[in-house]
């Protein structure tokens, strides 16, 4: 079945504690893609990646890093944690030529 | 930049009918639709292609615009089942998929 994989599906954690959100597609896609969402703001792009180590920032960067290593994978990564970055976090992928993007289930984050 | 949406929030009585609309600023390649159920993940229901074609599966179609770098969903005859948020996306061709802030409907029996 395709689908793209977010783990964990919540977390509540404290400020400055380091944490990794995984995210892997079995799609086969070049492009993936990480977004928050806040009421009322939508769908907020983070960083996208068009393909391995191609990585590139998206509207709301700040305090996140990513990485691109292998095709499937594309985690998310809290340095240091602060509570502005509560959210609903969502990892989606994309195929080439006019395809939808496929969404994982979501990660909520909590940060105390 | 981000696609801009209108209405932000739509209430209806099951079996009327609705628009929602989606404007760009900027010539647009592509027109993606999608439905968000509360805390779950945005489910796709079109892509409209710049040409001016109109889609539809069943009960909901869309249109695009290219000229006016617009585009609209149309719920017809709506259900309860289609309450949820309704995102438009848009990409350009330089620019990957950018989302609206999305549009809240609300079917009631």
């Known amino acids: 079945e395709a689908q793209v994989t977010q783990n964990p599906r919540y977390l509540i954690t404290v400020t400055g504690k380091k944490l990794t959100v995984t995210c892997s597609q079995n799609m086969n896609h070049e492009y993936m893609s990480w977004y928050r969402q806040d009421p009322g703001l939508g769908l907020r792009q983070i960083y996208y990646?068009?393909?391995?180590?191609?990585?590139d920032k998206g509207d709301v960067p700040e305090g996140y890093k990513v990485s691109r290593k292998e095709k499937r994978n594309f985690p998310l990564i809290l340095e240091s944690p602060s509570p502005n970055q509560t959210s609903l976090y969502f990892c989606?992928?994309?195929?080439?030529?006019?395809?939808?993007?496929?969404f994982g289930d979501g990660t909520r984050l909590s940060i105390l | 930049q981000q696609p801009v949406q209108s209405p932000q929030a739509v209430i209806l009585r099951e079996g009327e009918d609705a628009v929602i609309n989606c404007s760009s600023s900027k010539a647009l390649y592509s027109v993606h639709w999608y439905r968000q159920k509360h805390g779950e993940a945005p489910v796709f229901l079109m892509i409209?292609?710049?040409?001016?074609e109109q889609k539809g599966h069943e009960k909901i179609s869309a249109s695009f615009n290219e000229k006016k770098q617009q585009s609209s969903l149309y719920l017809t005859a709506s259900q309860l089942s289609y309450s949820g948020t309704y995102f438009c996306?848009?990409?350009?061709?330089?620019?990957?998929?950018?989302f609206g802030e999305g549009t809240q409907l609300t079917v009631n029996p």
């Open positions: 996306g848009t990409e350009t061709p330089i620019s990957r998929l950018t």
């Open positions: 989606a992928s994309q195929g080439q030529g006019n395809q939808p993007q496929h």
């Open positions: 990646s068009m393909n391995v180590e191609v990585t």
């Open positions: 409209l292609l710049k040409g001016g």
